[in-house]
Structure formats: structure tokens, C-alpha cells
């Protein structure tokens, strides 16, 4: 059984080969650091996943549910081609005050829009103001809410599109068999017939966590 220490050797190789130094996002880094933001945004080796994801699906309009500082969200603004657009939902001014200087510093800030507010109040604004379907949705901020979130995402998506959740395995290790919101999450995924899903564990220098992935059917 390999322990942190053998998985981060090899989450660093694998940075290390795919993921080349990027002044920028370290500056964004440096920046979350600096305004002690903590430190739970995606692996470098995930950010550069899910912008491939964003890629491999022509995504031009993407939802993301938990900014922070904006460091999984530049990831996939840098997807995007000319005129898409990345919605960003974030419930703390703070982070969302970093996140929009780093979206400046990163070059991308004409390509996000922050909503500030918590999520269950934004989304059904989204709704209302009837915009083109989401290609991507990632859901990324507080767990607990991930089945109403999935649920937004259902309605905010069209046949096609993705639907990506982040830490679906940490948390659960974390809270516990008692109050397993991951793993209910995960049975909400898996009994929801509209998608077709799976989640994968993943090792990283972030430890043991995992994503889910759902393609939208109907
Ligand atoms: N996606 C980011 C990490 C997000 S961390 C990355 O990988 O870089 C989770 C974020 O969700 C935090 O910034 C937190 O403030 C935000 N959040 C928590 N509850 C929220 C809510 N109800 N609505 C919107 N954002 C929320
Ligand atoms: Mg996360």
C-alpha cells in the first residue's frame, strides 16, 4: 500500500512533466496564500484535467459552483474559445474579492463572471434569466449541498453536457460513516436516470479524494 509521501513523488512527476512552471498561476497561488485563503483548491495535475475535460467536450459556457480564488477557474476560462464564458458562483466577498484580482492577473477576466451570494440563491437567478445551456458544471464548494446543486445542474444543462463533481471520496473520510454526505451524494448520482456517471478515486498531492463525472442524457 503506498503511503503520501510515495503518491505526492509521483503527483509531482506527473506536474512536473505535464503541468510546465507557470508564472501566472503562481502568482495566483501566491495570492491565496498571502490573503490566507486556505488551501483546498483543485491539484495542478486536476486543474490541467478538468481544463482537457473543457476541451474534450468544446465546452463555451461553464458553470462553477465555489470560486475561492479563482485557481480551478482559470484553469478552465483558458479552455474556453473566443466568446465563451465561465460563471463562477462564490458565497465569501473575500475569496471572491482575490479570485477577481487573479482573474485580472491571469488575463481572464473578461471571460468570467463572479456571482457573489450563496449558490442557492444565485442559481435560480441563473434560471430565470433563461441564458444558453451550461456545457461544463463543476461543482466545487460546500459538500453538503452538492444534491441541490446537482439538481441546478440538471436544469441548467442540455443532453451532452458535464456535469463534474470535486472531493466526492475526502469528504466522506472526513465526516464519518454517520453523516456520509458523499457517498448519499454519490447514490443521488447514481440512481439520477437522466445522466450516465462514475467517479474515480484519485491520489494527489492533496492526499486521497476523487471526482464524479456525469454525462447529461436527457
Ligand atoms: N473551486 C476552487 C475551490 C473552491 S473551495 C478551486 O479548486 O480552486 C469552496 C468554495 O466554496 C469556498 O471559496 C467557499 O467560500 C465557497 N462556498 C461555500 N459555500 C458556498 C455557498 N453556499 N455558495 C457559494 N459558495 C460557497
Ligand atoms: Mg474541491
Known amino acids: 500500500m503506498p503511503n503520501q509521501s510515495a503518491w505526492d513523488e509521483i503527483d509531482r512527476r506527473i506536474t512536473d512533466l505535464f503541468v510546465p512552471a507557470d508564472p501566472t498561476l503562481d502568482a495566483v497561488m501566491q ?60 458565497a465569501d466577498p473575500k475569496h471572491a474579492r482575490i479570485a477577481l484580482e487573479n482573474f485580472d492577473r491571469a488575463g481572464v477576466a ?69 453523516n456520509d454526505a458523499p457517498r448519499d451524494f454519490l447514490e443521488v448520482i447514481a440512481r439520477e436516470p437522466r445522466v450516465t456517471a462514475t467517479a474515480i478515486q484519485t491520489l494527489s498531492c492533496k492526499g486521497h479524494d476523487g471526482f464524479a463525472l456525469a454525462l447529461v442524457l436527457s
Not at 459556457?61 to 482559470?74: H, K, M, N, V
Not at 456545457?135 to 441546478?152: E, H, I, M, R, T
Not at 444543462?157 to 466526492?168: E, K, L
Open 110 to 178: 473578461d471571460r468570467i463572471h463572479l456571482r457573489l451570494g450563496p449558490a442557492l440563491e444565485t442559481l435560480p437567478k441563473l434560471a430565470e434569466e433563461k441564458g444558453a445551456a451550461f456545457d461544463l458544471v463543476f461543482l466545487d464548494a460546500d459538500k453538503p449541498s452538492n444534491p441541490a446543486y446537482f439538481s441546478w445542474a440538471l436544469k441548467l444543462t442540455r443532453p451532452g453536457s458535464i456535469i463534474i463533481a470535486d472531493n466526492v471520496v475526502r469528504y466522506g473520510a472526513l465526516s464519518g460513516a454517520k
Open 31 to 90: 495570492a491565496s496564500v498571502e490573503a490566507e485563503l486556505p488551501s483546498i483548491e483543485v491539484a495542478p495535475s486536476h486543474g490541467k484535467l478538468l481544463m482537457l475535460l473543457a476541451r474534450i467536450c468544446g465546452a463555451r459556457r461553464i458553470l462553477e459552483i465555489g470560486t475561492l480564488a479563482g485557481y480551478s477557474s482559470i484553469w478552465m476560462a483558458r479552455a474556453l474559445p473566443q466568446g465563451g464564458e465561465l460563471v463562477t458562483l462564490e
